[in-house]
């Protein structure tokens, strides 16, 4: 074994003082110093690898300081002197290094304090972790920095990071089809053994300004890649008046470097035999083909948009010749030249001028009809109009589900209405019978023998059974107010990757029994609203939701899209209380909801002697349903690789454990806080003994130790 291959094998099994930092640099003789400081600031920094790429400034003279004054810095030139572009220099870097794990800074930008922490703790939780992928913040040098960067096509990036926790197995499609943020290379650690599958970066694209962007989509093709800190930056980017990401180009440009960063991935995914991600590259490569490539004006005037996107089609063999060999490219090409001769060339010599106008008497008709389904608002050609499916599980509400349902079946976007009757005591299955007979948009269901299965289990099986593109839920005690779905419907139609619309829920007192018993609970007061207190972007909604800083939300308040179920799964039919909560949490964890009206209700929660959740439970009751809640959303995150929310819900879960509030005649006595959360962690522990090897525990053991108690004494400390 040479000394390298030693030194490389000792330093794989953790990742303090095991990582080499990969260093180009390239005119930044002015920012070289402090990203090389702030690299060799992380304990975890093994060495500090600096490749010179021929810069016409002093960057060179500088590079050589460091390397004298710094015994972890090594400096290194391409052969000859020449300059080859940051994607060989960081190729240089990565095979001049002698570390089990390798990461990446720019020559002006730097590291924050705590770059490695999270990393190194997901590196050793989960040894199969292959990367670990952080949030990469923006520094402005000055306004001229600014307003060079807020001029660019660069001007909505202020965090540069993936805006939700994604599986390892989904991320390179969720990178691939954009919508959901980036990875930027000074927010990656990788190991070393991840090489050997994906390679290096690709030389033919050094001259673009996407190297590192088809570097990054081969390590997610072929390695098992894991979210870090994702809401919080690691390292800052410099924005400054250099910067080649903000410099002025033209269209031409940046759709030439855009396609050969597409054409690189795909002919990559080719070669590996990587099918699907083949499949993936190859439909974003026509996407950017058929979207983004510039035509001449005067040809863009002259014909169609389906001769535009046939002319665009014809000329992306010249970009890649193995498009040819796609069946996909030949149905596009044959789709839009049947477009030509359907509606661009034809059109205006149309024989038959009675079934042209017979057409635009059909468009007439059918605007006016949305518009009378819409309110008059004629701009809302919506996807939501009668595309909802309101599911409502019943279980003793004779009382109540008629009105449930016909607030349903009053708003003009409700396809229809799923009743899933569970074997109620009263007589809520024969007035559901009725309910289905009077209307046609009413289906019933049941289980199988007509047993009992919970709320969770009923949600589901509506589920299962709705036809529709898009779901909402409904308690069979609730009711929606006038115009549900209005805001709902505007937000999808606005934002396509939109995958679920939350909005707030009000309160309807039935009865003085009731409002008592709902106050004896020590549920919200009926006066606010359940609700966000501020708008929260989807991908800081989970930790929100799971934090509590600003609020919750109702599931009568939710529309969801039914691919969210593919990412989320159904309800967790083995929790009697909480099934909603545990759901909304996967559902936000996996997919970007947006909020809608937060400031006053689109449906009501009627209160009333009746409910479950107002019913009197014992203060062990009710934590030991959280826990259930907890634990069974920590499993879930678990088996989905979710690295940051598992130790969320961990935090969670040693918060309720450590609860003064809950201890009852025990924080009554002479023993100290102190004392009394270290017998609720061990009898937490005796409880669910698994999670002792959760590395997560340490992480929140310690967090909850730096707590005071109101006498000053430490949380959990000894």
Aim: hydrophobic share 40%.
């Amino acid at each position: 074994m040479t000394k390298k291959e030693a030194t490389i094998s000792a330093s794989t099994s953790t990742l303090t003082s095991s990582v080499s930092v990969v260093i180009p640099v390239y005119n930044a003789a002015h920012f070289v110093a402090e990203a090389v400081e702030s690299a060799l600031a992380q304990p975890e920094t093994a060495e500090v690898i600096l490749v010179e790429d021929a810069s016409p400034d002093n960057s060179l003279a500088v590079c050589r300081t460091l390397t004298e004054k710094y015994d972890k810095v090594r400096l290194y030139q391409h052969p000859g002197g020449v300059n080859r572009g940051a994607g060989p220099s960081r190729n240089l870097g990565m095979e001049k290094s002698t570390c089990g794990f390798i990461a990446f800074l720019d020559a002006d930008d730097y590291y924050l304090p705590g770059r490695f922490r999270m990393a190194g703790s997901i590196f050793t939780s989960s040894p199969n972790c292959d990367a670990v992928y952080d949030a990469v913040g923006i520094h402005f040098e000055d306004d001229r920095a600014r307003q060079r960067w807020l001029s660019s096509n660069m001007a909505s990036v202020r965090m540069t990071t993936v805006t939700r926790c994604v599986p390892p197995e989904e991320l390179f499609g969720v990178l691939t089809k954009g919508g959901s943020g980036h990875i930027h290379l000074d927010g990656l650690v990788i190991k070393r053994s991840i090489l050997e599958a994906s390679g290096y970066m690709n030389d033919e694209i050094a001259d673009t300004l996407h190297e590192d962007t088809d570097f990054i989509l081969k390590l997610a093709a072929v390695g098992k890649m894991l979210p870090g800190s994702i809401d919080k930056p690691v390292a800052m980017r410099r924005a400054h008046a250099e910067n080649r990401v903000s410099a002025p180009r033209s269209a031409a440009s940046v759709y030439r470097d855009k396609m050969r960063l597409r054409v690189a991935t795909y002919r990559w995914c080719r070669r590996a035999g990587l099918r699907e991600h083949q499949r993936l590259s190859f439909k974003r490569m026509l996407a950017t083909c058929e979207h983004e490539k510039p035509l001449n004006p005067g040809v863009a005037g002259a014909v169609g948009k389906s001769a535009q996107v046939a002319l665009k089609l014809f000329s992306l063999p010249l970009d890649c010749v193995d498009v040819l060999r796609e069946r996909r490219y030949w149905y596009e090409l044959g789709s839009s030249c049947w477009g030509i001769m359907r509606n661009d060339l034809f059109k205006a010599e149309a024989k038959d001028k009675d079934k042209v106008e017979a057409k635009v008497k059909a468009k007439v008709k059918a605007k006016a009809k949305v518009k009378a389904e819409t309110g008059g608002d004629s701009t809302l050609t919506s996807t939501l109009v009668s595309s909802v499916s309101v599911v409502i599980p019943v279980y003793n509400a004779a009382r109540y589900v008629t009105q449930a349902v016909e607030s349903a079946l009053r708003q003009p976007e409700t396809a229809e209405v799923i009743l899933v009757e569970d074997a109620s005591p009263d007589n809520a299955l024969e007035v559901c019978r009725q309910l289905e007979a009077t209307h046609d948009k009413v289906r019933l269901f049941r289980h199988p023998n007509g047993e009992n299965r919970g709320a969770g289990a009923s949600r589901n099986l509506g589920m299962q059974k709705s036809s529709c593109e898009f779901i909402a839920f409904l308690d069979a005690d609730d009711y929606y107010l006038p115009e549900r779905f209005t805001t709902a419907r505007r937000i999808f139609e606005a934002n396509s990757d939109c995958e679920g619309v939350y909005e707030a829920v009000g309160y309807y007192v039935e009865d003085e029994a009731g409002l008592v018993r709902w106050q004896g609970a020590g549920k919200a007061s009926v006066e606010r609203l359940t609700t966000l207190s501020e708008r929260v972007s989807p991908g800081e909604l989970w930790e929100a939701l799971i934090s509590g800083r600003c609020g919750y939300f109702h599931l009568d308040g939710l529309v969801l899209k039914r691919n969210v179920l593919e990412k989320s799964g159904y309800m967790a039919e083995g929790l009697r209380l909480h099934q909603d909560t545990e759901f909304i949490l996967r559902v936000v964890m996996t997919s970007a909801l947006s909020p809608g009206r937060l400031d006053e209700p689109v449906a009501m929660v009627r209160v009333h002697d009746q409910n479950r959740i107002s019913a009197p439970r014992t203060v062990r009751q009710k934590y030991q349903d959280r826990m259930l809640m907890w634990m069974e959303l920590y499993g879930w995150s678990k088996r989905r690789h979710l690295g940051p929310a598992q130790q969320k819900i961990m935090d969670q879960m040693l918060g309720a454990t450590i609860s003064i509030g809950r201890m009852g005649d025990l924080s009554k006595g002479k023993l100290t806080r102190r004392t009394l959360r270290l017998y609720q962690l061990l009898t937490w522990l005796g409880r669910y003994p698994r999670m002792v090897l959760e590395p997560q525990l340490g992480h929140s053991v310690r967090a909850l130790s730096r707590m005071r108690g109101a006498s000053g004494e430490g949380g959990l400390g000894t």
